[in-house]
């Protein structure tokens, strides 16, 4: 608990219950520790870990502890605190300040000594109505009396590089003092050190400056308490609390959730670097506007102060970022609006105008700050106090430059101080496009900054390398093969039976009837395949008399000796059917059983050439961008914004042409025809997922290209052989097949999202699937898993499934003894397809090719059959690894699909 003066400041300060417990902690070492000039660190050590196992060393030559809070939470007036429970509770009044840079070291000397300033820490401290003395290395040679040092508390800021540079001058001696700043220091017998952000300088020699001051406690920091040297990241051994950003985030309280972004369908292959930063920079603006309008409806409507965002543009190089400015402010760019609201920002300004705009910087939060824009380079460092960014945009930035503390933790503060509720203003955007798969990645990755709740952990066990088998049930048979299903039917029946059923029988042999019953039930549902023509079937009226009735009588004549009768067990068998069918058509794809044979082979010569536009899937900058929140289960969302880009343009067809017939092979009169018909190709495919105006701009911009890939197409021939298949009579659907699976019984079973390499993922058990038609799955390659997360965040897919090795009786190859195991099932509401997914190099092999062909015929026999009887038709789709993101969806996925040299629209 904390004691009354601990109360007092955690009330006036009006700490976050993450402040508050430090607070409490921090009362609990002030009390432990002797607090003496001259320590024995061996007992000190062994009196606090009693208290707090996780500190392990101080790693200083005196007592020092770390406390690790997530940016955005507030160490600053967590300082404070401190600071002002050591003054209240022990009567110190000396404190040295410790930052890592100029920007942190110029912003707490105004936060701990000016009371003008709104974030003010001692604010509503009656022992700080009179502000603390604030000396600096500017400063400390200025005072000419010692008792100025004496007078009230008096706090020591400064940064390491000031540090180290002036430790020398620091230690001469003063004419007026009679000593040296550096030996008044050490004379001081309450100076406690205080490190701000201490990861950057943890083993920095200014250490070797401050063990020398001899201070009674240290004080510590951080965000992320370790240490990176080379590959290796060192955990600090002092941390006495932590609150993570992944804990942060878990909350949902204190911080915004971050996202990355790109655009649907986005191929950033298909750009130039500097194409691809226009791009971004033109969704940021997107996002940015749209944020801008939210914020001000909200604070119109809720009575507040309205908050003026910007946006973060990271540069790779000074270049670069004179090369951002120019498009930023030219006409062309929303029509000239940003002219004078871009500010530049780099390690190679100097003098005044760094330190005018490091005041901009550091004003933008004010309402009369026109910039709206600021473009950095390398100098993304912590001390942006700031509450009003909202869309980061880094170019050409790696997934682990741009998932890091120094680049979200920059717009996670929130503006109302905590969360309201409205997505966009509780919402940091992270614009992406190129490095959005690896960004959601590395954040899916069990350690990474907000998937981590702790970086000290314990020492883990040692793996167990002996592997086994795991059973991957259907979810139809997870549900009705459920206890709890079993203890329904139990309940039913002992309360609809009739007297002397239940006057005669214990409840155990009603379990056993109960459990007869559901699982009668669950085979003879799955078995309706055999006797109705549709999957619907199930639910008519007619057809569940029908199970009704052989369920009772099979289950009188299972238990003669009970007394049942039919009306005894009507209630519980009508749940029982009830219960099956609904897992059945809600959880089960109706998948018809057929054998697929060949039965014939032809060879073909050449087929009617159609334009292949696998490598043609371009996109104008207006289209729906996706967002993923980068936290545990964070959401993946589509995101559309009222701002367009693009101005309608003209008709291109006829200048494409004129680059196809220049070349010598092509003679216009013979092969306009040809031509303008693969044109057309190529305008109907745009159009099938662009609008007439979109799809203008694209042609229009990138005519050349488009007739160069038209003419290299025309220049191929295809020529292949091919097998015949045959497909049996069929039934409408079947049994959804148990899957089994190996791993390694030190292994987890893996959620589908976390983030493994590639090469790990085939050895793996995955689970937390909410459409898919079993209850764990493994993966053949990550293509495969990140296909499994397509299907799961696409609102276009009803359920899908990865069908067992004999679910499907299709067969191919010489002779047909090969069996064919398709990689998925996908339902949507008006169709279902078969999906293959291969590697790029694959695609045009004998053997997948064949695969296809057997696959197709499965899919026209079966779409036969439904189309007469009520089904959904049957489609077959082969991809390249190379085109399944996961930004894709899935209906684009199915439209784009590779023809391989077959038809396969069927």
């Known amino acids: 608990m904390l004691n009354s003066n601990a109360k007092f400041i955690n009330n006036r300060l009006a700490l976050r219950p993450p402040q508050t417990e430090s607070l409490q902690r921090f009362q609990q070492i002030a009390d432990i520790l002797s607090l003496s000039k001259t320590p024995d660190l061996d007992a000190e050590l062994v009196k606090i870990r009693e208290a707090f196992p996780t500190l392990t060393s101080f790693e200083r030559e005196f007592p020092s502890v770390c406390f690790a809070l997530a940016t955005g939470i507030g160490k600053t007036r967590l300082m404070g605190a401190f600071i002002a429970y050591l003054h209240y509770q022990k009567n110190i009044n000396n404190f040295f300040v410790m930052t890592p840079n100029l920007t942190i070291y ?233 002219k004078d609201k871009v500010l530049e920002i780099n390690s190679a300004q100097r003098g005044s105008e760094k330190d005018e705009n490091i005041e901009l910087l550091l004003s933008l939060e004010q309402q009369d700050n026109r910039i709206e824009i600021v473009i950095h380079v390398n100098m993304l460092k912590e001390g942006w106090d700031v509450t009003n960014l909202y869309t980061i945009i880094p170019l050409r930035a790696s997934a682990s430059e741009t998932l890091t503390e120094q680049t979200i933790g920059r717009g996670l503060r929130l503006p109302y101080g905590q969360r309201t509720g409205v997505d966009e203003v509780d919402r940091l955007s992270v614009v992406s496009h190129d490095r959005y798969e690896a960004i959601v990645s590395l954040a899916n990755d069990p350690n990474s900054l907000v998937r981590r709740v702790y970086y000290i952990d314990p020492t883990e066990l040692e793996s167990d390398d002996q592997r086994e088998t795991v059973e991957m049930p259907s979810v139809y048979d997870e549900l009705t093969n459920a206890e709890s299903f079993t203890e329904q039917l139990t309940l039913t029946l002992r309360e609809t039976a009739g007297e002397y059923y239940v006057g005669s029988n214990t409840q155990g042999q009603t379990v056993q009837v109960a459990q007869f019953v559901a699982k009668l039930t669950s085979k003879t549902v799955i ?171 694209v042609m229009r911009d990138r005519q050349r290209s488009l007739a160069d890939i038209i003419y290299a197409q025309m220049n191929e021939h295809f020529y292949k052989e091919e097998t015949s298949y045959r497909a049996s009579s069929m039934r409408p659907f079947t049994r959804i097949e148990t899957s089994f699976g190996g791993k390694f019984k030190s292994d987890d079973l893996y959620d589908l999202r976390a983030t493994l390499p590639a090469s790990e993922v085939k050895a793996k058990v995955f689970r937390g699937f909410k459409k898919a038609c079993h209850t764990l799955y493994k993966f053949d390659s990550d293509t ?78 079966v779409t036969e059959w439904n189309t007469e009887n009520g089904g959904k038709p049957w489609e077959y789709a082969l991809l390249s690894h190379d085109e399944v993101h996961l930004q894709s969806s899935f209906m684009f996925l199915m439209k784009n699909r590779m023809r391989t040299g077959l038809k396969l629209d069927l």
């Open 527 to 697: 078995e309706l395949g055999k006797q109705v023509k549709t999957f619907d079937a199930t639910k008519d009226e007619e057809t569940r008399k029908i199970v009704h009735s052989s369920i009772v009588s099979e289950t009188i004549r299972q238990f003669p000796s009970l007394g049942l009768k039919k009306e005894d067990l009507a209630a519980v068998v009508e749940q029982a059917i009830e219960t099956c069918v609904q897992a059945l058509t809600g959880n089960v794809i109706p998948i018809p059983v057929a054998v697929v044979q060949p039965f014939l082979e032809v060879k073909r010569g050449f087929y009617e050439f159609s334009l292949d536009t696998r490598s043609i899937i371009w996109h104008p900058s207006d289209d729906t961008l996706i967002g993923t929140e980068l936290q545990k289960g964070g959401e993946t969302f589509e995101y559309d914004t009222k701002f367009a880009l693009f101005p309608k343009t003209d008709t291109v067809e006829n200048e494409i042409v004129r680059y196809i017939i220049v070349h010598d092979n092509v003679d216009y009169s013979s092969c306009a025809n040809l031509i303008y018909s693969l044109i057309g190709d190529a305008k109907r495919h745009f159009l099938s997922y662009l609008n007439s105006e979109e799809t203008e701009k």
């Open 784 to 861: 495969e898993r990140r296909f499994a997360i397509v299907l799961e965040n696409d609102g276009a897919v009803l359920r899908w499934m990865r069908p067992s090795a004999k679910q499907f009786n299709i067969y191919y190859g010489v002779g047909g003894v090969s069996r064919y195991e398709p990689d998925f099932v996908a339902e949507t509401a008006d169709t279902i397809y078969m999906v293959e997914t291969k590697a790029a190099n694959e695609i045009n092999s004998d053997t997948v090719k064949e695969k296809a062909v057997a696959a197709m015929e499965y899919c026209r026999a």
């Open 106 to 338: 110029k912003k707490l000397k105004s936060d701990l000594g000016d009371p003008s300033n709104p974030k003010y820490v001692f604010r509503g401290l009656d022992k700080f109505v009179n502000p603390p003395r604030i000396i600096d290395g500017d400063n400390y040679e200025d005072y000419r009396q010692l008792s100025l040092f004496d007078a009230g508390v008096t706090i020591n800021v400064f940064n390491i590089s000031k540090l180290n540079s002036e430790s020398g001058r620091m230690r001469r001696l003063n004419e007026v003092l009679g000593q040296s700043y550096f030996s008044y220091l050490q004379s001081l017998t309450d100076l406690c050190i205080f490190m701000d952000e201490s990861h950057h300088y943890h083993a920095d020699r200014g250490f070797d400056t401050i063990n020398e001051l001899h201070p009674i406690l240290g004080v510590e920091l951080t965000a992320t308490p370790q240490i990176q040297r080379g590959a290796r990241k060192i955990a600090f051994k002092n941390v006495v609390y932590e609150y993570s950003l992944a804990h942060a985030l878990n909350d949902g309280l204190y911080v915004k959730v971050p996202v990355v972004f790109t655009r649907k369908d986005f191929r950033p292959e298909e750009y130039t670097p500097e194409q691809l930063d226009r791009e971004k920079m033109n969704d940021g603006i997107r996002l940015h506007e749209e944020t801008k309008s939210k914020l001000d409806v909200y604070a119109r409507a809720n009575g507040k102060s309205v908050v003026k965002p910007f946006v973060l543009v990271v540069a790779k190089d000074t270049e670069h970022s004179r090369q951002i400015k120019e498009y930023l402010t030219s006409d062309d760019f929303y029509r000239g609006y940003y």
